[in-house]
């Protein structure tokens, strides 16, 4: 079974930082990609950034503007996503999911909370 598992939200004061993790289960980690989105109250769900599985690339929203890094360790079959610099905009529930061959995702993590404070 196939399980993607969030953690390392929480509460901040603007300007802070937090990393969440992502631990994956049931599927071969190092052959697929992995995206974090992310859905804030009463907005729809966005793409925040995503890592390839081949070579470790990274993709990441431009709205970032370089405050979040992401990265993943295979040995250990978990994602990170370091966020620095966080702004009340960044609020909202954190999700992992695993990308398919064909560059859409079929597994999700249940969300993870993050709220920034002003």
């Known amino acids: 079974e196939v399980q993607l598992v969030e953690s390392g939200g929480g509460l901040v004061q603007a300007g802070g930082s937090l990393r969440l993790s992502c631990a994956a289960s049931?599927?071969?980690?190092?052959?697929?990609?992995i995206g974090w989105f992310r859905q804030a109250p009463g907005k729809e769900r966005e793409g925040v950034s995503c890592?390839?599985?081949?070579?470790?690339?990274?993709y990441y929203a431009k709205f970032l503007k370089g405050r979040f890094t992401m990265s993943r360790d295979n040995a250990k079959n978990t994602l990170y996503l370091q966020m620095n610099s966080l702004k009340s905009e960044d609020t909202g529930v954190y999700y992992c999911?695993?990308?398919?061959?064909?560059?859409?995702?079929?597994?999700w993590g249940q969300g993870n909370q993050v709220t920034v404070s002003s």
């Open positions: 890592i390839s599985n081949t070579d470790g690339s990274t």
């Open positions: 049931g599927f071969t980690f190092d052959d697929y990609g």
């Open positions: 999911a695993k990308e398919t061959s064909r560059g859409e995702y079929d597994y």
